[in-house]
Antibody
């Protein structure tokens, strides 16, 4: 059974950093691209970043470019999202997803609140 | 960025009825390889989103055949025949043809 379990969220002050993790199991992690999708409170879904199966290619939405870094450790079957210079508008639930073109499996999400 | 406009924003149905959701794109979603990367997701209350349809009309594994995706170019539709209680929630269309990938604003399906 495919499982994606996010961790690392919480309350953080504006301008500070936070790192999210997503532990994957139930499939060969190194064969799949992965992505982060977020959802601000009471709002819709927003794609954040994608990484290729081997980590050689990464893609970001403009609003997080230069602040967020997506990475992976295939030996640990873990996806990461390093978030720097956080802003209030980054407040959201962050979902880890497996991507095979489409997002076929999703984690339960982790909440990130950026507030002083 | 490609804008996906979903209508209606909210849809009230009776169980057993058919429901139809429209997703219109600001640009054609046909990619140069001939495929159209338009997907539909359902987010049930309190849950993570789940994939229903990919490449316009292909049902993901385990998705009942009462979910039917159709369309081309800039106009797409998700039809749900015989709505069941587990179909309630917010439906999102999503395009991966153009960068950046974008979601529609969502359509909430609820009981009348």
């Amino acid at each position: 059974e495919v499982q994606l379990v996010e961790s690392g969220g919480g309350l953080v002050q504006p301008g500070r950093s936070m790192k999210l993790s997503c532990a994957a199991s139930g499939f060969t992690f190194s064969n799949y691209g992965m992505a982060w999708v977020r959802q601000a409170p009471t709002k819709g879904l927003e794609w954040v970043a994608t990484i290729s199966y081997d980590g050689s290619s990464t893609y970001y939405r403009d609003s997080v470019k230069g602040r967020f870094t997506i990475s992976r450790d295939n030996a640990k079957s873990t996806l990461y999202l390093q978030m720097n210079s956080l802003r209030s508008e980054d407040t959201a639930t962050y979902y880890c997803t497996r991507t095979f073109g489409y997002f076929d499996y999703w984690g339960q999400g982790v909440m990130v609140t950026v507030s002083s | 960025d490609v804008v996906l406009t979903q209508t209606p924003v909210s849809l009230s149905v009776t169980l057993g009825d058919q429901a139809s959701i429209s997703c219109r794109s600001s640009q054609s979603l046909e990619y140069s390889d001939g495929y159209t990367y338009l997907e539909w997701y359902l987010q049930k209350p309190g849950q993570s989103p789940q994939l229903l349809i990919y490449e316009v009309s292909n049902r993901f594994s385990g998705v009942p055949d009462r979910f039917i995706g159709s369309g081309s170019g800039t106009d797409f539709t998700l039809k749900i025949s015989r709505v069941e209680p587990e179909d309630l929630g917010v439906y999102y269309c999503f395009q991966a043809t153009h960068d950046p990938p974008t979601f529609g604003g969502g359509t909430k399906l609820e009981l009348k």
